[in-house]
């Protein structure tokens, strides 16, 4: 357990000349993230440029799976970087063997994959094979859903009026959202399980009424990231891949998130017993690089002819390569397995905090993805969203980062440790946040 210490103000004297340099010549939506300026990054700890020592509870936004600068994936960076970065789509010694490593490691339909550099490629890339191969036209997503800030991925998020979307429009035509099952917040004003999946019956009906019955595919995260990690009822899932199946319309899963151990299993799918069509994934599947990649079976994957679906530095031999060692990394030092354990004790942690403090509306823990969701009192569930922000700023100033609150009301703050973190750190963490509770209740 490395020492957490901060020696000077935050933001230190060192920092400041850095950010204003970013107020200044970057545009303000860049950042919206506590005042740290990083040097250094290691497992799960940050070094700021003043030597400050955070515990990282942010894993950059999800990616850092193995841990800050994994030494072994820092060599294959260094003796790739002497050989070959890019050469477009040309075959390189590394992309074949990350695709078929892919394959190797989701269920047996999905038999090629594309590799690619940011997850809203992968959505985009999985939305056009779905209208090509089915020859329909209406794509469904949920409220709440966020797959990407690019147009196509952004039409199919799940909040019109949200910061990242009002004032965009209009967006893509065919792509419409339906209820997601937020149990915490019931669009129906149910309680689960009581509800008997309520918003199930009501997509149905969403169906026959807000299409055309042309639909190429359904569209979800297996959790919703950005919208709180909310965390499905697991019938729904089911249930939703059953309606699919029936009416063949294709099921793409979103995991660009919720890849490669975060969910304490290797794909956040295998928790609901669901096998989608599409897959994309992104994020932890290299904790570094700009990879991404869209799995899928073949049938569909190859619809489109040669060189209509490149990318400039999709696959390129430098993310590829990083990605494979990160992929060994994650199985062989049982980083899947860790993430369950120690996820299930943050739970019950904040779980206990959540009986202690007025504040803490609802916890959700899935692996090591969780969500505090912060309300004015537990009785009306009123979000909290200033609240929300003090908290993230007060555990900066005691040595602990977290991401910018998230979520429909910006209320839910995001706690996604690299996969590498003992308990004894997690617990030094809720450590801090537990004071923060006690002085801001
Ligand atoms: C579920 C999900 N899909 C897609 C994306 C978009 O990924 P990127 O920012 O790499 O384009 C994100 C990013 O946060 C995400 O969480």
Request: aromatic share 10%; net charge negative; with cysteine.
């Amino acid at each position: 357990m490395v020492e957490i210490s901060i020696r000077t103000e935050l933001p230190g004297p060192k920092a400041r000349p850095y950010l204003e340099v970013a107020y200044r010549y970057e545009p303000r939506s860049m950042s919206d993230q506590v005042p740290i300026v990083w040097r250094r990054a290691w497992r799960c700890y940050v070094e700021d440029v003043d030597g400050n020592v955070f515990l990282d509870f942010s894993s950059g936004v999800l990616v850092a799976n193995v841990g800050h600068s994994h030494p072994e994936l820092v060599e294959e960076i260094r003796d790739q970087a002497d050989r070959v970065i890019n050469c477009y789509d040309f075959v390189n010694e590394y992309r074949p063997l990350l695709a078929q490593k892919l394959v190797e490691i989701t269920p047996p339909n999905l038999d090629k994959a594309f590799i690619l550099t940011t997850g809203s490629e992968t959505t985009e890339a999985a939305v056009k094979l779905a209208r090509k191969y089915t020859g329909r036209k209406e794509v469904v997503s949920f409220y709440g859903a966020f797959h990407g800030r690019t147009y196509g991925a952004m039409s199919l998020g799940g909040k019109r009026s949200g910061a990242a979307t009002k004032g965009f429009g209009p967006f893509v035509p065919g792509f419409m959202q339906a209820p997601f099952p937020y149990c915490y917040r019931c669009p129906f004003g149910r309680e689960y399980p009581s509800c008997d999946l309520q918003c199930f019956k009501f997509f149905q009906h969403f169906v026959e009424c807000a299409t055309e019955g042309d639909i190429a595919a359904v569209i979800t995260e297996t959790y919703q990231g950005g919208a709180g990690s909310i965390i499905p009822p697991r019938e729904w899932m089911g249930e939703l891949e059953a309606w699919c199946r029936r009416n063949d319309v294709l099921l793409i899963l979103d995991e660009v998130q919720a890849s490669f151990g975060r969910t304490g299993k290797l794909f956040g799918f295998e928790h609901f017993g669901v096998t989608p069509n599409l897959l994309c994934l992104g994020k932890g599947i290299s904790s570094t690089l700009p990879v991404s990649a869209l799995v899928g079976e073949s049938r569909i994957m190859d619809v489109l002819s040669p060189g209509t679906l490149s990318s400039t530095h999709g696959g390129n031999a430098l993310g590829a390569r990083v990605a494979l060692k990160n992929i060994e990394v994650i199985l062989r030092d049982g980083l899947v397995e860790n993430a369950a354990q120690v996820g299930e004790h943050m739970a019950g942690r904040f779980s206990e905090m959540r009986e202690e403090f007025e504040s803490l509306g609802d916890v959700r823990f899935m692996g090591l993805v969780g969500a505090l969701e912060i309300v004015r009192d537990k009785a009306d569930r009123e979000p909290a969203p200033d609240l929300a922000v003090e908290i993230v700023r007060r555990a900066y100033g005691k040595g602990l980062l977290m991401i910018a609150p998230i979520g429909h009301y910006g209320n839910v703050l995001r706690i996604a440790p690299p996969l590498v973190i003992s308990e004894e750190e997690a617990e030094a963490g809720c450590a801090i946040l537990h004071e923060v509770f006690q002085e801001v209740s």
